[in-house]
């Protein structure tokens, strides 16, 4: 007989300040092990890195799967979603 484990008990960490804004994501797979996530916020010729994730390619695909579910239920809901406009491939970095 299969034992059913407890969900397991998420703490939110006192480093988050908040939620942020942002409005382009850069993903890269810069090995077979992981993906990155690099979240942008950008407002003319300006912007800043407001998070970036590193994870797994099993949690990297179970994010698409969450999120493709995610849009589909809104877009039964709301209707299409109309895509955003392509942003520079190249965006520059300053220290």
């Not at 003319?44 to 949690?59: E, F, L, R």
Request: charged letters at 25%; one cysteine or more; glycine letters at 6%.
């Amino acid at each position: 007989m299969t034992r059913l484990q407890p969900p397991p008990e998420i703490k939110i960490t006192d480093k988050i300040p908040g939620a942020e804004y942002a409005n382009e994501v850069q993903v890269d797979n810069p090995s077979k092990d992981e993906f990155h996530l690099m979240f942008l916020t950008i407002a003319g010729t300006t912007g800043k890195v407001v998070c970036k994730i590193i994870t797994n390619p099993s949690h990297f695909k179970h994010m698409a799967v969450l999120m493709s579910d995610v849009i589909n239920k809104y877009e039964a809901k709301y209707g299409k979603i109309e895509e955003a406009p392509e942003v520079e491939k190249e965006i520059g970095f300053k220290g």
